[in-house]
Structure formats: C-alpha cells, structure tokens
C-alpha cells in the first residue's frame, strides 16, 4: 500500500521584516540542478547585465552555477547544514527554481517553494512540480518561456511592491495549508493502519524479498 503526503512545515517562521535598500539578493541553492539552470542562464544573465550593481545573489552549493553567474555581488556557500541554508535563504527576495520537464524532476517535491514561502522570498519557477502549489500572480510566478523567464524577473526586480506583495502570499497559503499540525492526523491513522497489518505486511515482504527472512536466521 502507497501513500503519499506533501512537504509540510512543523513550524511557521516569523513573518519576514524587509530591509529597507535597492539591493536585490537573487537565492539558488540545490543539488543536481546543472540541467536544469543551463536552459535559463544566458537569459539569467542578460536580464543581471542590464541592473549592474542592484543585483546580488546567494548560491549555495552548485560552484558551476556560481562561477557561471555573471555579476560580480555574488557570495557562494558550500554545502551546510539547513539551520544555515535556512537564514541564508532568509535574506534573499527572489529565489530560481528551475526544473526541466523529465520523469525523474516529476517526482520532486515542492519543499523549496515551501521553504522560501516560509521566509519571504518570492519565487520564480518552472512548472514542472511547482505549477501544482503556486498560483501564478497570487503567490509566485511561474515561467512557461525563456521569453516569461525574462520578463517576470525583470517585473520582480523592478517592482519590490509587488514582489512582497507575493511573498507575503505565499507566506499566508503556507501558514494556513501546509503545516505539519494541520495534517499529522491523516498521517498518524496511516502509521496506526500500518501497523494493524503489520503481520500481513511482514509477509508480504518476506515473500517478495525471502533473504530478509534468512537474515533472522
């Protein structure tokens, strides 16, 4: 029996206070991804040329995204424990979420959009995955084109208004949709149901796998 729950948060962070400069901090952190940004970084870097100096950015993890991007306000992160990728995700306004649409990135979740909902940051995404949780306009912003991807990270660079207007969306969907305490009943009767059958089950796997069962032995 499969049973698949979505990404909720235990907790709900703070509401996000804004700093009060020009600056617009750009966020990517993510593994495995050079597939995926490779589509979008000559346009990336088009749209960055043309702010200079406004435009800042946080990566944390991909050096080859990193050293790519062509900004020189660039601050690279290795790969660090989530309390820390956390707060570094939390002082960013804007953060890239780009899939390619394969089987394989259809079977992601939509955590990083929970996650930067959580701390403020609006987001710019694909639809592979994301096209699911976010509404377009209301709580981030999603691009179907290169040509999309230009224009709405200019429209997100060049309007803060409406670039907090949607992060603070997407903070309340999140708040009132996809925390842990609104959901742990479902999951908890699904464990309770697991292992009411857990006899039936054990069988079933001994059957399929008969080494586990020798392993016993």
Known sequence: MWLFFPINWPISPPPREYRQNNTVKLFFGALNRQADWQAILPTLNQVLADYGEQIAAQVIHDREFFEALAITNKVFEPFCDYERYQALLRTC??????????AFNSMKSDLKFIECAGHGVTVLASPTVYEASIQ?????LIYNSLTEFSAQLRQLIENPSFRQQLANNAYQWVKQNRLLAQHYRR?????CQMRDELPRLTQELWQRVPELRQNLN
């Open 93 to 102: 306004d804007i953060a890239l979420l780009p899939l390619n649409p394969t």
């Open 136 to 140: 377009s306009g209301e709580t981030g």
């Open 187 to 191: 999951r908890w009767d699904w464990y």
